[in-house]
T-cell receptor
Framework: GENVEQHPSTLSVQEGDSAVIKCTYSDSASNYFPWYKQELGKRPQLIIDIRSNVGEKKDQRIAVTLNKTAKHFSLHITETQPEDSAVYFCAAIPSNFGNEKLTFGTGTRLTIIP | GAGVSQSPSNKVTEKGKDVELRCDPISGHTALYWYRQRLGQGLEFLIYFQGNSAPDKSGLPSDRFSAERTGESVSTLTIQRTQQEDSAVYLC??????????????FGDGTRLSIL
């Protein structure tokens, strides 16, 4: 089955700087890669996702890049703000034919230092 | 519109008791998923329902765990003879039908289960 690894497990950045979180996956058939943000005690919230037919996607201060050859994808947050502090999870789905279960990474606790 | 709704939000029970957790998906979402999140850890897949297809139960950790779904609406996750290692947050998610590829999954707030 699919295996997703995520690094780093913790990340602290100065407010205004950029943060990068990286994930690798094992199943070359995976074609959908969402990122979730989870604040303490709250539900995971989808912040951005990317499909295998594109290499990059941006939404304001957030971007995701995908390298299918190397089987890794990354989350980039620019101009970080205190409200970006949370745990971020990457995930992958190994299917081309509809909804399947998400395999999650182990999470990155991001702390923005004011 | 309304998001995924889960109840109860918290459940404390004694070891050996049975518990039932409920999930109301977003209206119109045909796919429904259950995940488990232990304290400080990532999410583990448990079970997945898609329309009238047979559910994918490959993530259920033991035969003490079962789930049902009525049509394309409410789902219940049942844990029998609870053990302390069952303590976790149980999260439900739903998505629209994936006819054009994988669709985003939207999560509920979860049920925090504590086994004494």
């Amino acid at each position: 089955g699919e295996n997703v690894e995520q690094h780093p497990s913790t990340l602290s950045v100065q407010e205004g700087d950029s943060a990068v979180i990286k994930c690798t996956y094992s199943d070359s058939a995976s074609n959908y890669f969402p990122w979730y943000k989870q604040e303490l005690g709250k539900r995971p919230q989808l912040i951005i996702d990317i499909r295998s037919n594109v290499g990059e996607k941006k939404d304001q201060r957030i971007a995701v890049t995908l390298n299918k050859t190397a089987k890794h994808f990354s989350l980039h947050i620019t101009e970080t703000q205190p409200e970006d502090s949370a745990v971020y999870f990457c995930a992958a789905i190994p299917s081309n034919f509809g909804n399947e279960k998400l395999t999650f990474g182990t999470g990155t606790r991001l702390t923005i230092i004011p | 519109g309304a998001g995924v709704s889960q109840s109860p939000s918290n459940k404390v029970t004694e070891k050996g008791k049975d518990v039932e957790l409920r999930c109301d998906p977003i209206s119109g979402h045909t796919a429904l998923y259950w995940y488990r999140q232990r304290l400080g850890q990532g999410l583990e897949f448990l079970i997945y329902f898609q329309g009238n297809s047979a559910p994918d139960k490959s993530g259920l950790p033991s035969d003490r765990f079962s789930a049902e779904r009525t049509g394309e609406s409410v789902s219940t996750l049942t844990i029998q003879r609870t053990q302390q290692e069952d303590s976790a947050v149980y999260l439900c998610a739903s998505s629209v039908a994936g006819f054009s590829g994988n669709q985003p999954q939207h999560f509920g707030d979860g049920t925090r289960l504590s086994i004494l």
